[in-house]
């Protein structure tokens, strides 16, 4: 791992304030652009949320570097929605940040700051004022609750409901204009658009309102979000809240149990090889898996695949390529210490709480809470 900033030699070319007992410094003026995403941390994330989160968020932090500021988070509070092993939760916060790094994030990089949710009060406190502004409604026709309640029928809270309202304080403390998420959040991104706007309309200009989901695919150069099928119901995502396990290939599976979810890996009985979402979605999903793994367009994959009758050799192919990610990925992975990223962290919420703050205050200043 790559050491994080340790030195005013290279503070922001921005103002900066200086913690009198360190040497890290840290910018609490956004002069740039903000790129934000997040990964929950309760559950081990997979190979869906590295591909369709950790690895656009590392090109796009090298494409744009110096020009954008990238936001990388763990919504630790959002842990909560679900059922969860709450003695872990602190242990896997910090290994999912890890994934960033292993993933190819320098974290040293000035424009970049890698936070949790929960060390930043700001989230919470937003939260509530917006909950006071969006209506029961909006909430009601999120498809995401549908979803998640019926798969956690026995356990559904007031936070599953509400936590886009989170999601959108989560955006909107940092002004963050472009929020690279998978299609099934596309919902939750335009709530947070119009909870912005409504804001805007009712108190003056408050929030940076996010691009709209087509802006967001074009700014990313993805035609719609990316969306990994699960393994064994290839019409629905890969989700790691899941309890399915052969469902998805999780992170920490050893390449050998990885394979065996491959080989299992549900299709269909067609008996031919086609790139078709529509009628043969596990199929389609095996082929986009082995043309990213293997860093190939998909056009070159589907002509050397499509039209061949036998599933087998397309699955030990995808088999293989998922086995050598994870080798080399789990590598990465260990050589990061927690004494690294506790540094990391450290300048980056101090940073994050100040701007987090500022917003916060011109919200409670708006709506008569300060003056």
């Not at 809270?157 to 299609?183: C, Q, T």
């Not at 408050?206 to 087509?214: G, K, R």
């Not at 039209?307 to 080798?327: C, D, I, M, R, W």
Request: charged share 25%; glycine share 4%.
């Amino acid at each position: 791992m790559q050491p994080p900033l340790a030195s005013n030699s290279n503070c922001f070319n921005r103002r900066a304030q200086y913690d009198s007992t360190s040497v890290l410094c840290y910018n609490y003026t956004m002069s740039k652009e903000t790129i934000l995403t997040g990964v929950r941390a309760n559950e081990e994330p997979t190979l869906g949320n590295y591909l369709g989160a950790f690895v656009p968020m590392v090109q796009m932090q090298k494409k744009y570097a110096g020009e954008y500021q990238i936001n990388m988070f763990v919504p630790d509070l959002h842990s909560f929605t679900t059922p969860i092993d709450h003695s872990a939760l602190y242990a896997n916060t910090l290994k999912n940040l890890k994934y960033f790094i292993a993933a190819g994030l320098d974290a040293r990089d000035e424009n970049t700051f890698i936070y949790r949710q929960s060390f930043i009060p700001a989230h919470s406190e937003l939260t509530w004022i917006l909950d006071c502004f969006t209506s029961f409604g909006e909430m009601s026709r999120m498809t995401q609750f549908k979803e998640k309640s019926a798969e956690h029928s026995g356990n559904v809270s007031v936070g599953l409901f509400n936590y886009p309202v989170l999601m959108a304080a989560d955006i909107l403390l940092y002004n963050a204009r472009y929020v690279p998420v998978g299609e099934d959040q596309f919902q939750h991104l335009e709530i947070t658009r119009d909870i912005a706007i409504r804001m805007n309309n009712k108190f003056g200009e408050l929030f940076t309102v996010p691009d709209s989901t087509a802006k967001q695919t074009e700014f990313i150069k993805r035609d719609k979000g990316l969306r990994i099928r699960s393994l064994t119901n290839p019409h629905k995502k890969m989700s790691k809240s899941s309890d399915d396990q052969k469902s998805k290939i999780n992170l920490n599976d050893t390449p050998e149990q990885a394979r065996k979810k491959i080989m299992s890996a549900t299709t269909d009985s067609l008996g031919v090889i086609n790139f078709d979402w529509e009628n043969q979605p596990g199929i389609t999903n095996l082929l986009q898996l082995l043309a990213i793994l293997t860093d190939r367009p998909q056009e070159e994959v589907n002509f050397e695949w499509v039209g061949q009758t036998q599933y087998g050799p397309l699955k030990k192919a995808v088999a293989e390529a998922v086995a050598s990610f994870l080798n080399n990925f789990q590598a990465r992975l260990d050589a990061i210490t927690d004494d690294d990223l506790l540094k990391v962290l450290e300048r980056s919420e101090r940073a994050m709480t100040i701007v987090a703050n500022e917003t916060l205050l011109r919200v409670q200043k708006a709506v008569g809470l300060r003056r």
